[in-house]
């Protein structure tokens, strides 16, 4: 393997212990071969600050999280100085911004090196007339602050010309973004940071809350059916997910429901048709990804080590709902969940399987999958118009290239839930294999008859229904 590439990273200690980003960042890199270097990873026992901080300003590659703390701190701002004496700071500095510091307003700059020059004035002032000799620490920060003070203007001017991702767009990324300027990730690392179903599950979060975003008014009434007094601090995603993982996920999809149906009359009577979608696009995306957190972390892990041991095809399922195999599934290939109601039935379906009614019987089960699997797919009918072996092949390379999205929204896993009836046509190992050769991205999943096991915080049918009636709800208030 090549060696690592060295990162130093710049930040607030004060913003880290609120955000964590640098330990998100230190996550994500060891996939792309980087060496995070940060002060508590870094510096030994006995050793100076001072020595890191000359360090890592001489590096070749300086993450910097700016944020207001940061421009306050007297280290930050050294190594930020050192940084930029250093030359090439715009190749070397990959910038993120933390929180609502505004290098874009003038009067912001400008009180940032207000701030530096009272600063080096204080501690003139208190040194005036007193021996260097006797005061020589003090005299290097007076220094420092000196050398801070007199380049704050450039410093905040050139921080200010840099472009920057807003940071929730930065983590619903992975970082990739930024640290693709460092290190691009090859496509073998893609499918290690696949296999963490822990930073999968830090992802879907960060999506969560970018969904809860798109829409305030949404917000605010979620907010007000929750009955509790955010603080700044607090994160709607964060509540609503403490909330669901102590088992209330039925309490908080009827709040959510509730929240849009009022949402819906308030914005209708506006008739804002563009609000409405994002009303819609909140309220769906944000349910589909908070369903996945309903199954059991210990289950999975023993789920996904019995998966390895099979074909990447077979899967083996206890007693679950086909909503619920949709819920597992996707958790597994680490894509979001889709959910529609069944046109004929009380039954929520999930939106990426295929499964054959009880008593199915044809001609040539092959090629009556393969139509329903394009229908599902495609969400168009397997026409006459086209050949069936090109339809094979477009739904073949289809299936696949979803599967490999490294984007969450974009990526999908499709399966076939074979029924567990030993007359079913599906039962034929021919059928399967002859399947399998067609469809090689295809998952194949089978529900073990009379066997229960605690695979769901909440119970299976009880999180369906409360589901299938804020499905039911999305398509009676939809946005014509």
Known sequence: ????????????????????????????????????????????????????????????????????????????????????????????????????????????????????????????????????????????????????????????????????????????????????????????????????????????????????????????HIIQNCGIDFGESQQLHEYLLEQCMAGEFVAVIQNIQSAFVDCFDFLTEDGDVGALRKLHQAAEGSISKLVLFNVKNDWMEQYREECSKRSHHDHV????????????????????????????????????????????RAKDVVRDVIKRLYTKVMERELTTVLDENKAVSILQKTIQQRKQQKNLKLRKNYFLLLPDEANSALADKMVQDRLKTLLPDLSFIRLKSDCHEATFIVEDEDLMVAIGEFFTTLEEYNPK
């Open 1 to 220: 393997m090549a060696e690592a590439i060295n990162v130093f990273v710049s930040y607030s200690w004060d913003v880290e212990r609120k955000t964590g980003i640098v330990d998100e960042l230190e996550k994500l890199c060891q996939y792309r071969n980087i060496r995070l270097l940060r002060d508590n990873n870094v510096i030994k026992h006995g050793e100076l600050i001072q020595q890191f901080m000359d360090k890592l300003t001489g590096g070749e590659h300086v993450i910097t999280v700016f944020s207001k703390p940061y421009f306050q701190s007297p280290w930050c701002m050294y190594e930020l100085l050192k940084t930029w004496q250093k030359g090439d700071f715009h190749l070397r500095t990959h910038p993120i911004i933390a929180d609502d510091c505004d290098l874009q307003n003038a009067a912001y700059r400008i009180d940032v090196v207000d701030y530096w020059v009272a600063e080096h004035q204080k501690i003139e002032a208190l040194l005036q007339g007193r021996n260097a000799a006797l005061f020589v620490k003090e005299y290097e920060k007076a220094n420092m602050l000196r050398d801070i003070s007199q380049n704050a203007s450039e410093l905040m001017n050139f921080a200010a010309g840099r472009l920057t991702t807003a940071l929730v767009e930065l983590k619903a990324q992975n970082y990739a973004q930024l640290l693709d300027c460092i290190q691009p990730i090859k496509p073998s690392d893609v499918q290690v940071e696949l296999l963490s179903d822990a930073d999968f599950l830090a992802e879907v979060r960060q999506n969560i809350d970018v969904d809860l975003k798109k829409s305030d008014v949404f917000k605010e």
């Open 317 to 360: 399922l206890p007693q679950m709902s086909f909503s619920g195999v949709e819920v597992v599934s996707s958790r597994e290939a680490r894509t979001i969940p889709k959910f529609h109601r069944d046109k004929h039935g009380l039954d929520l379906q999930g939106g990426k399987g295929v499964a054959l009614e009880t008593g199915f």
